[in-house]
């Protein structure tokens, strides 16, 4: 018995490893500036938890300020402002729209806040501005990772399969496995 | 009945041990320098040895001595990994238990560490988390496998002036101190420790000597009501309610959360014999 118990200890993923939030009904807290500001930082500071689009949205549109705060600090981390990205692009989406191509872009971001500022975009805006707002980091970020991700984003919009199917023909062959999210989400 | 054969080693806790790390660099980065960080160049990055002297400061906290190797993965590999890695496992072909398998490069009885850029949770909507270990515990001794290690993002490592480190383990405005935190968190995951609180207040590691933050406690005296609701508005422990008295243990390592000025990566006595226990520490 001892044996299958260690056996089924070793055995056993992390009930929270991948963090699976089921998809809630969003209600708008009541919180006090003070909470509103501390669930802010509790948020920010996860480490294996991610925090839901439900739980972000939930803060309601005051909490949008204090993250774009963060997002605009440059002395933040870069995982905290990833991590705020993130959340803005859940609680005030057009606010969101407004920086996101912008942060996704610009080289000198650090790789994590493009990341998430790609994955935003592709929630936020419409296919066609994502198209031309990603396009860029699609042909020509320096990392290869990076165009990929620019890809994945694209795949989930109108139109943007045609760019990712053209990229991934002008990519090295050593790359072309970074593309392959996005090449299943075109149904390839 | 089938009879079965029922086999249980058992040794003493050690009051120390050592432990291999195996620290692969699956990130597209440049280092300090601006120079591409790899293998070879890791060890003399200045941000690097902060680093791996905050982890090993970690380790020691539980008596083990940590030896640190730097390891380079493919090109191909560090496209499809390093730049942005799903944290979801949907399986063993899932990027997280693929890029796992990567250790199988280098056998040996060692704690694996990969270190990536991004890390997101497409099941919670895409968002950005800072680590991820593959099993509590892992299959220690046995690399090559789905849940061979731990990723780390290290998106942190090179942010900030090493000048505002100091002398301690500064979680608040040291980019290293911060990776080495998260690196040190998922290690005691993978050599069996639990979060000592989870993010509910309801959830707590089992063992006997390390503190406790109960939600119906130590939740704001607005959100007390709300324990234990499966809803959206359920309230997340912050680390700053966890810290002293009855509601502690906010600045344990395997609390749930890293939180800048409350974190401060202390060990029980209790999760120091668990972690020397593990079998890769000898």
């Known amino acids: 018995m001892i044996v299958f118990l260690i056996a089924a200890l070793i055995a056993t993923p992390r009930p929270s490893r991948s963090g699976a939030t089921p998809q ?28 839901s689009a439900a739980r972000w949205k939930a803060l309601g549109p005051k909490a949008a300020p204090l993250l774009e705060g ?38 000198t971001e650090p790789v994590v806040v493009r990341v998430a500022a790609m994955h935003g975009a592709g929630q936020v805006l419409s296919s066609p501005r994502a198209v031309s707002e990603l396009r860029p980091v699609l042909r020509s970020a320096r990392n290869p990772g990076l165009r990929a991700q620019a890809a994945e984003a694209l795949s989930r919009s109108k139109g943007g399969c045609t760019e990712v199917r053209d990229q991934v023909s002008r ?11 996005a090449l299943k989400q075109c149904g390839d | ?54 982890f090993q400061t970690f380790l020691s906290r539980a008596g083990i001595t940590g030896t640190a190797t730097f390891y380079d993965v493919t ?9 942005n890695i799903s944290a979801d496992v949907t399986g063993p072909c899932s990027e997280l238990s693929q890029m796992f398998t990567l250790s199988s490069a280098h056998p040996g009885n060692t704690m694996n560490l990969f270190l990536v850029q991004s890390l997101r949770s497409a099941s919670s909507g895409g968002n950005t988390v800072v680590g991820i270990d593959g099993t509590i515990p892992g ?116 609390f749930w959360l890293l939180q800048a000025g409350v974190s401060l990566g202390n060990l029980s006595p209790e999760q120091g014999q668990v972690m020397r226990l593990n ?4």
Do not use: W
């Not at chain 1, 692009?89 to 872009?105: N, Q, S």
């Not at chain 1, 990519?171 to 999210?181: H, Q, S, T």
């Not at chain 2, 009051?15 to 070879?40: F, H, K, Q, R």
């Not at chain 2, 690196?183 to 063992?207: I, Q, S, V």
């Open chain 1, 24 to 51: 809630e009904p969003v209600q708008q807290e009541q919180l006090s500036d003070a909470e509103l500001k501390e669930r802010v930082q509790t948020y920010l500071s996860t480490i294996e938890r991610p925090i």
């Open chain 1, 70 to 107: 963060v997002i605009a600090d440059g002395a933040q981390f870069p995982t905290i402002r990833a991590k705020a990205v993130d959340g803005l692009i859940a609680v005030a989406p057009d606010r969101a729209a407004t920086m996101v191509g912008k942060l996704a872009r610009d080289e």
């Open chain 1, 171 to 181: 990519e090295a062959k050593a790359n072309r496995g970074a593309f392959e999210r």
């Open chain 2, 1 to 54: 009945m089938i009879p079965t054969r029922r086999s249980v080693i058992t040794r003493p806790a050690p009051p120390t041990g050592n432990m291999e790390v195996a620290l692969y660099i699956v990130a597209d980065m440049t280092n300090s320098t601006g120079a591409p960080l790899t293998a070879s160049n890791a060890l003399a990055d200045p941000y690097v040895q902060r680093f791996v002297s905050t």
């Open chain 2, 75 to 83: 090109a191909a590999d560090r496209a499809r990994f390093g730049t």
């Open chain 2, 139 to 254: 299959p220690s001794s046995m690399n090559g496998t789905v849940a061979s290690g731990a990723v780390v993002s290290a998106a942190d490592l090179f942010a900030g002036s090493l000048t505002s480190c100091g002398s301690n383990p500064n979680m608040a405005g040291c980019g290293p101190d911060r990776v080495a935190y998260i690196g040190a968190h998922e290690t005691g995951h993978f050599l069996g420790l639990f979060h000592t609180t989870e993010e509910d207040g309801a959830n707590f590691d089992p063992l006997a000597d390390t503190m406790k933050c109960a939600c119906t406690t130590c939740a704001s005296p607005t959100q007390r009501p709300n324990c234990g609701s499966t809803s959206v508005s359920s309230p997340s422990i912050s680390a700053d309610r966890c810290v002293s008295g009855s509601c502690g243990g906010g600045d344990n390592l395997m």
């Open chain 2, 279 to 282: 079998p890769l520490v000898q």
